[in-house]
């Protein structure tokens, strides 16, 4: 048995993360446009006006913007069936709030799905990948405000319009999961999913299920907009997951780590269910969260069910047990594994764990699932001769696809496409970075803002062509 000839391999970047002209073309200005450089270690700082001598990553990217041609050529001569791009908000609607979008920015989206499906390259798009213009945080409050979603919504209508015929799969937000109101939150995750530091925030629980409940209405009234624009159209979601494991057989360890594997499902509950699931509305009303359900928003709820999961998976975790306190925490809230390596991030390597998500989520559901993001994060040095043998990123995404395979032909999943993060190096969404690379393409671009920004192939370009040429049985 193998994959499906259909089976979508590519790869997967975000505007903010790679375009870089951030005020060309009447580009607003976005909230990661206000992230400057920063590490794990310390947290990246977000300054509220962009001050002289910082770096902000997203200003230059990796010029995308200027060179995409030359990288989807890239991305082509890979044989790439599909590329997972995203529409940056603040190209389109400067402000959020206009009347009329502009005209500059949608023509270099169309410039770029024009480009792929040159190549014969299928556009999966994402609407709302970290990408919000600062405007509607200033002046609405962000997700808070219902008239965000509006706004958000004619930013999805301008898109839909705009690329109509040419991109059938779309996504409504990317990892918009990773809040939920019974956790801590880390300003950085608050920032890029709503443009708010949770620190900052007074009535952090009440805020924070204000977001979610928000922007999981935005995403599936987005869903009905773009089924009745194009019958046509795939309309997904993207999530992040990453399985929280049980630190061993006992039950109350067992039960914890369900619990904490549940905040991260609500939503893709909601939008795959056609309503809002009434365990968490109990849990808000014991805790007097007040959310202003209306009837016409359970009607958009049945309306608007997700055509499919797009999957991002990097690690998974393991939960927290009573004296645990000393154990090393993740960045994904939980503590290390000890059966597992880890990135230089500190991120688990679980090639399995993609197998049992896959499995998971494809049968709590019964949606097609496509793996949206996975990759390894590494310092790549050159060698003296100026090459990259990266055999560690190869090494990692072999194990991967075994895995996939495996949840494909053995468990019956039905997963359609595996897009790597990233194909090509680009800015870290954490950590800002770019010494954090993903890529089978090096970009000559550094921590200190300097580099020519030449592409150079790495030892992985070559492995990654010979898996999809032989659809993954290399
Ligand atoms: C996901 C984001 C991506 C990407 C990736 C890797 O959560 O959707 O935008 O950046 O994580 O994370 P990082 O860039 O921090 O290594």
């Known amino acids: 048995m193998v994959l499906k000839k259909s089976f979508l391999w590519g790869g997967s970047i975000a505007a903010h993360q790679c375009e870089g002209a951030w005020d060309k073309d009447g580009k607003g200005v976005g909230i990661m446009d206000l992230v400057t450089q920063g590490t794990y270690e310390k947290p990246r700082e977000i300054t509220k006006t962009i001050e002289e001598g910082k770096i902000y990553p997203s200003h230059e990217g990796i010029d995308f913007y200027h060179n995409y041609k030359e990288d989807i050529a890239l991305f082509a001569e890979m044989g790439f069936k599909a590329l997972r791009i995203s529409v940056d908000w603040s190209r389109i609607y400067p402000k959020g709030d206009e009347e009329k979008a502009n005209a500059l920015g949608i023509q270099f989206y169309q410039n770029i799905v024009d480009e792929l499906l040159k190549h014969k390259i299928e556009p999966v798009v994402t609407l709302y990948h970290f990408e919000m213009p600062v405007h509607l945080v200033t002046e609405y409050g962000s997700w808070t405000n219902r008239k965000v979603i509006d706004f958000y919504l004619k930013f999805c209508k301008t898109m839909y319009e705009a690329l109509k015929g040419k991109v059938h799969y779309w996504s409504t937000f990317n990892e918009m999961n990773h809040i939920d109101p019974q956790t801590e939150a880390s300003d950085i995750f608050t920032y890029i999913i709503a443009g708010l530091k949770y620190s900052e925030m007074e ?41 929280v494991y049980p630190f061993n057989c006992n039950p109350v360890n067992v039960m914890n780590a369900f619990k904490e594997n549940e905040h991260e499902f609500y939503q893709i509950d909601a939008m795959c269910n056609g309503k809002f699931p009434g365990y968490k509305l109990c849990e808000y009303q014991e805790q007097g969260i007040s959310l202003d359900i209306t009837d016409e928003d359970e009607q958009a709820f049945a309306e608007g069910k997700i055509d499919f999961i797009g999957l991002n998976y990097y690690s998974s975790s393991v939960s927290r047990y009573e004296g645990s306190e000393n154990d090393e925490e993740t960045l994904f809230g939980g503590i290390q594994n000890p059966y597992l390596e880890k990135s230089r991030w500190g991120w688990s390597i679980d090639p399995v764990g ?79 970075e770019m010494k954090k690379r993903y890529g089978f393409i090096y970009v000559d671009k550094h921590d200190n803002g300097k580099g020519t920004l030449e592409r150079k192939k790495k030892k992985s370009f070559y492995w990654y062509k010979n898996v999809i040429k032989s659809n993954g049985s290399e």
Request: hydrophobic letters at 35%; glycine letters at 10%; charged letters at 25%.
């Open 203 to 243: 009535d952090k629980k009440q805020t924070l299920a204000t977001i979610g409940y928000n922007m999981t209405l935005a995403g599936v009234k987005a869903v009905k907009l773009g089924h009745d624009i194009d019958a046509g159209n795939k309309i997904g979601c993207v999530f992040g997951l990453t399985p």
């Open 354 to 432: 993609l197998r049992y998500i896959l499995n998971y989520v494809y049968r709590r559901y019964g949606l097609p699932v496509i793996i949206t993001e996975n990759g390894l994060g590494a310092v790549d040095e050159p060698d003296k001769n100026g090459n990259i043998e990266d055999n560690y990123r190869i090494e990692y995404l072999q194990k991967h696809i075994e895995q996939i395979k495996k949840a494909v032909i053995e468990d019956h999943v039905e997963c359609f496409g595996y897009l790597t993060w990233a194909p090509i190096d680009l800015v870290s969404a954490t950590t800002g």
